[in-house]
C-alpha cells in the first residue's frame, strides 16, 4: 500500500497485490481547523481574539487533552460538557507546556461518552461570546497502542472517503475509509457495486453492507498467529437462519486453520469465531441479535478460539491439533465479506471494528467492549 504525502487535504492510496491494483482518492479535512481571529477593533488596533486562532483537543484514555496558541490576552477558560447533559467538567492546566502554548487537562471522564470542549474568555465561569466548541470522545489507552493492527471508525467523518474525492454523505456510497491505528491503512473498495453505503447505527454514523459489498485492505503486517477482534454491529438479515456465511472481517486462506474470521454461521443465526473449515466443529449458546446493535470479541488463541456477545461469553472452542495452524500468505483482508469470496458478505451495517495483534487478557476485552457499549449506546442483551 502506497500513499502520496499527507497534506491535509488529498491523498492518493494504491494497492498493489497479486490480486488486486485499486486506487483510490480520498478528500480529508485537517483534523484540527483554523478560525479567524479578530483582525483589529473598530479603529484599526489589534486586539485579542475572543477564541483561539487554532485548538487542538485530543481524547486519550478517561481524558481529554487541549492545547492552543498563547496570544497575550486575558486567560481562556476551558470545561467539558456531557453531550447529554450535565455539569461541566473543568480543564486543569498542565505545568509543562511547549513554549508559547497552553495545555490543559480534562480528566475523569468515561471512555465511550460523547463530550462537547468549550473554550472561552470570561470572569468568573462566565463566558463572553463566542465559545469555541469542540466535540471529543475518550477512549482505553489500547486503542493507541502498537497491538492495534486496524481500527476503522465511520463516526469520523475525516476518514471517510467517496469516489469523486469529497466527503460522503447519509444514503451515499463509501470507496475509502482511514484506519485510525498507528499503522494508518486504507480499507478501499474500486468498484462501484460493491460500495458500502453511510448510514446510521442509533445517532452515529456507520456503514451499511447489503450482503454483496465489501472493503479490502492490504493484509501484511496482520496477525499471523494469535489475535483479537471486536466490533460493533447490526445484523439486518430479517432470516438469518435462511442464509449462509456473512463474514463481518476475515484474513488468511482457504485452508484448514489458515485463516482468521468472525462471521454469522452458514444457515445460522449464531455467531463464529472460527479458522476457515473449523465453524462445524464449534458450539455457540447465543446468537447474533437483529435489527440491533451488538458488540461481539473474537479471541484467536494458539489452542483455539473464544466468542462473546455484549459482554457474555458464547463458547470456547478448543481446536484439535491439526487445526492449529499460522494464518496462510493470503494478499487481502477483508471487512463485510471474506477475500475468497466476496458474495458471502455481511448484511447489516458496522460501526466501529478493531484487530489487536494478541490475545487481549479479559480486563483489556471488557474496556473495549464498555468504551462501545457506551459509544454506540448499546442496550439489547443476545439471544440464547
Request: hydrophobic share 40%.
Amino acid at each position: 500500500m502506497e500513499l502520496t504525502r499527507w497534506n491535509g487535504r488529498l491523498i492518493t492510496v494504491t494497492v498493489v497485490t497479486t490480486t488486486l491494483l485499486m486506487t483510490a482518492v480520498l478528500f480529508l479535512r485537517p483534523p484540527f481547523g483554523l478560525v479567524p481571529a479578530g483582525a483589529g477593533g473598530p479603529d484599526g488596533t489589534s486586539r485579542a481574539p475572543e477564541t483561539p486562532p487554532s485548538l487542538v483537543v485530543v481524547p486519550g484514555d478517561g481524558q481529554i487533552r487541549v492545547s492552543w496558541p498563547e496570544d497575550g490576552g486575558s486567560p481562556y477558560h476551558v470545561d467539558a460538557s456531557p453531550e447529554g447533559g450535565g455539569a461541566p467538567t473543568p480543564c486543569r492546566p498542565v505545568a509543562a507546556s511547549p513554549p508559547l502554548v497552553s495545555t490543559c487537562l480534562l480528566t475523569g471522564l468515561i471512555n465511550g461518552a460523547g463530550y462537547l470542549v468549550s473554550v472561552y474568555r470570561g470572569t468568573g465561569g462566565t463566558a463572553s461570546l463566542p465559545v469555541r466548541t469542540r466535540r471529543a470522545v475518550p477512549r482505553p489507552a489500547l486503542l493507541a497502542s502498537a497491538d492495534t493492527t486496524v481500527w476503522l471508525d465511520p463516526s469520523n467523518y475525516g476518514a471517510l472517503g467517496a469516489s469523486d474525492g469529497r466527503q460522503p454523505v447519509l444514503g451515499s456510497s463509501v470507496a475509502v475509509i482511514r484506519d485510525q491505528s498507528a499503522h494508518g491503512r486504507m480499507a478501499v473498495q474500486a468498484e462501484p457495486t460493491r460500495r458500502p453505503v453511510l448510514d446510521q447505527l442509533g445517532r452515529l454514523s456507520a456503514l451499511r453492507f447489503d450482503g454483496g459489498d465489501s472493503l479490502l485492505l492490504d493484509a501484511r503486517g496482520f496477525p499471523n498467529r494469535t489475535s483479537t477482534v471486536v466490533v460493533v454491529a447490526a445484523q439486518d438479515d430479517p432470516r438469518p437462519d435462511l442464509s449462509c456465511f456473512r463474514h463481518i472481517v476475515a484474513w488468511g486462506v482457504q485452508k484448514l486453520g489458515q485463516a482468521r474470521i468472525l462471521h454469522k454461521g452458514c444457515n445460522s443465526a449464531f455467531a463464529f469465531a472460527e479458522t476457515f473449515g473449523t465453524w462445524q466443529q464449534q458450539v455457540p449458546r447465543l446468537m447474533w441479535p437483529t435489527g440491533q446493535p451488538a458488540v461481539i470479541s473474537a479471541v484467536f488463541a494458539g489452542d483455539g478460539t473464544m466468542a462473546r456477545i455484549d459482554e457474555t461469553e458464547s463458547y470456547r472452542w478448543n481446536a484439535p491439533p491439526d487445526t492449529r495452524r499460522t494464518v496462510g500468505p493470503g494478499d487481502l483482508a477483508a471487512i463485510g465479506a471474506a477475500p475468497w469470496d466476496l458474495q458471502a458478505g455481511w448484511k447489516g451495517r458496522i460501526g466501529e471494528l478493531m484487530v489487536f495483534a494478541r490475545v487481549l487478557t479479559t480486563a483489556e476485552i471488557k474496556s473495549v467492549e464498555d468504551y462501545l457499549t457506551t459509544k454506540w449506546q448499546v442496550t439489547g442483551k443476545p439471544d440464547a
